[in-house]
């Protein structure tokens, strides 16, 4: 499998994960409340980690993860295990339809903008395109969540992922948007 196509099946993946989690999430917390989530949000951590543990540690190649890890994963955590620190951390830190926004902003926005960005690569201006799409993808995602607030928080999703290179943005992008988000919050009402 080409780079190419493998990076596009791992955008494509993270699209159909996070829709299972918010899925799941919705059902977790309407039947069984908030602590019931937040122990889900923990067993999946914890197995998200060990994998991470086997994976890095051990050598192993596990099914789903061996097809769609970048090579920089192979030691260290992978991307989902990332996007679960960072759901649990907007979780707890901010009110529910901030952390919302923030974990489709990731989940979403920046997924659409790899795949733009992937598909545009032979062309000049990937990076407009691929910001160009973050930014439309999070302000409609904010905005439909959480109004004008919402939209600001796109931007700063935005920012997140076009600015911050070294730093892995499934940290990046739901901790800056979710702390606009909270602070506009905030001083707004």
């Known amino acids: 499998m080409s780079q190419k196509t493998r990076e ?12 299972g989690c918010f899925v799941a999430a919705y059902f977790i917390l309407q039947i069984y409340g908030s602590s019931a989530l937040e122990l889900s949000l923990g067993i999946v951590l914890a197995l998200l980690v060990l994998a991470d543990i086997l994976i890095a540690d051990y050598g192993w190649k596990l099914p789903l993860y061996h097809h769609l890890q970048r090579p920089h994963e192979v030691e260290s955590f992978h991307s989902a295990t990332l996007m679960v620190i960072s759901s649990i951390i907007v979780y707890k830190l901010f009110v529910l339809p901030v952390a ?12 659409a903008a790899a795949i733009v960005g992937i598909l545009t690569k032979s062309r000049k201006k990937t990076a407009f395109w691929r910001t160009a799409t973050m930014l439309v993808v999070c302000l409609a995602i904010g905005y439909f969540v959480f109004g004008w607030i919402g939209a600001v928080m ?5 920012l997140a992922e076009c600015l911050v290179t070294k730093i892995d943005d499934a940290i990046t992008i739901p901790i800056f948007a979710g702390l606009a988000g909270h602070i506009l919050l905030l001083f707004a009402f």
């Open 100 to 111: 919302i926004a923030a974990i489709a902003m990731l989940v979403f926005g920046d997924s």
């Open 154 to 158: 796109g931007v700063v999703a935005t």
């Open 8 to 19: 596009l099946w791992r955008k494509f993946a993270h699209i159909i994960m996070g829709v």
